[in-house]
């Protein structure tokens, strides 16, 4: 691995991985720069969770050069809590500091559930136990989240509600984030930068720079999501203007 440039948390160059000699990423090029939000958008099997999942350090057979921060942490579209453990000591797994508890406690306020530290897994709401996840990650106080659709199982309520959470951790923590999603809303909302994967290789990476908060009815949201839309064949809908 090559050392990591200072400034960026993730960077890869050439990013290639086959399956049964079917390649899925064609030489891929990406950086994330410290505190800056990516969401990675593409159609089904365009090969985004493969990319997260080498960036991530699960995968050894890709090949080209790419390095992450270690201070990383993986959030995933199942909240993959262990059912034998409580709320409390799955958010703690593997932390040892003495201050773990205190820790603990805040992560698991941070996400809105204080009171919850004594519960199992199987007692939590599916919107809950992501929040549990999200507090598993955070008390790492990671440089960079890697996020592989991880509100993709909500209800479009708990979508939202857990998009604004993300959004207030973010702006009060500073971590970069590289998020998988299809939701092209959630991707503008949230993110500082749009990569669309398409044909092995990065084939758009669009900035946003809409204020914040942001709304999806903020100027400027509305085109922007036409020209995402179109650029993954989505058709805009027949309520669009
Ligand atoms: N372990 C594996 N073995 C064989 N093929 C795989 C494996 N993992 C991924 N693939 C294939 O690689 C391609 C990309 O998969 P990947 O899950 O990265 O896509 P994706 O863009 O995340 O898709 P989705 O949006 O549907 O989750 C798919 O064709 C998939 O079948």
Same mark, same amino acid.
């Given at each position: 691995m090559a050392p990591r440039t200072a400034g960026h948390v993730a960077q890869a160059s050439g990013v290639r991985r086959s399956f049964a000699g079917t390649v899925v990423l064609d030489g891929v090029d990406?950086?994330?720069?410290?505190?800056?939000?990516?969401?990675?958008?593409?159609?089904?099997?365009?090969?985004?969770?493969t990319l997260l999942r080498i960036l991530a350090g699960l995968d050894d057979e890709a090949t080209g050069e790419f390095t992450t921060t270690s201070s990383q942490a993986v959030v995933f579209q199942e909240h993959r809590l262990l059912p034998w453990k409580r709320v409390a000591d799955n958010v703690a797994l593997g932390v040892?500091?003495?201050?773990?508890?205190?820790?603990? %406690? @805040? $992560? =698991?306020?941070?996400?809105g559930l204080a009171d919850r530290g004594r519960a199992w897994p199987a007692e939590l709401s599916g919107?809950?136990?992501?929040?549990?996840?999200? %507090? @598993? $990650? =955070?008390?790492?106080?990671?440089?960079?989240?890697?996020?592989?659709?991880?509100?993709?199982?909500?209800?479009?309520?708990?979508?939202?509600?857990?998009?604004?959470?993300?959004?207030?951790?973010?702006?009060?923590?500073?971590?970069?984030?590289?998020?998988?999603t299809h939701d092209v809303e959630e991707a503008i909302l949230l993110a500082d930068r749009l990569l669309v994967l398409d044909g092995g290789r990065i084939a758009e990476s669009i900035d946003v720079d809409l204020d914040r908060p942001r709304a999806v009815d903020s100027p400027g949201f509305g085109a922007l999501r036409r020209r995402l839309l179109a650029l993954l064949h989505v058709p805009a809908g027949p309520d669009e203007p």
């Open positions: 990406l950086t994330v720069e410290r505190g800056q939000v990516i969401a990675l958008l593409g159609a089904s099997g365009s090969g985004k969770s040892r500091s003495p201050d773990a508890g205190e820790r603990t %406690a @805040r $992560a =698991l306020a941070e996400v919107g809950q136990s992501q929040r549990v996840a999200i %507090a @598993r $990650a =955070l008390i790492r106080e990671p440089e960079l989240l890697l996020l592989d659709e991880p509100f993709g199982a909500l209800d479009a309520l708990n979508r939202l509600k857990m998009q604004a959470l993300f959004g207030r951790l973010q702006a009060a923590h500073g971590f970069a984030a590289l998020l998988v």
